[in-house]
Nanobody
Framework: QVQLVESGGGLVQPGGSLRLSCAAS????????MGWFRQTPGKEREFVGW????????YYADSVKGRFTISRDSAKNTVYLQMNNLEPEDTAVYYC????????????????WGQGTQVTVSS
């Protein structure tokens, strides 16, 4: 099975930047789509973006487009979420997830999940 371990969360001021990491246990992810989601209390899990492991194609939610960038390092089996120009509304628990089907923006399309890492944007 796929094991995902997230890191990099923390407290940052509005306008600041943060990079989250998601290390995957599997060596090869040629068919995988790696997604990022976030969740705040009382809200549904929200799609952030995804990247295809083989080709590096990316797709982002409108709420983060232009501010967030997803990348991957195949040698390290790691996916990154670079977050710039952070806003208080970005405060959430961020999750990485693996999907071995077609790319999608719904949480139920992803079979494996990390433990989540807290991102707090506050002055």
């Amino acid at each position: 099975q796929v094991q995902l371990v997230e890191s990099g969360g923390g407290l940052v001021q509005p306008g600041g930047s943060l990079r989250l990491s998601c290390a995957a246990s599997e060596r090869t992810f040629s068919s995988a789509v790696m997604g990022w989601f976030r969740q705040t209390p009382g809200k549904e899990r929200e799609f952030v973006g995804w990247i295809t492991w083989s080709g590096g194609r990316t797709y982002y939610a409108d709420s983060v487009k232009g501010r967030f960038t997803i990348s991957r390092d195949s040698a390290k089996n790691t996916v990154y979420l670079q977050m710039n120009n952070l806003e208080p509304e970005d405060t959430a628990v961020y999750y990485c997830a693996a999907n071995f089907g077609a790319p999608g923006s719904r949480h139920y399309e992803y079979s494996y999940w990390g433990q989540g890492t807290q991102v707090t944007v506050s002055s």
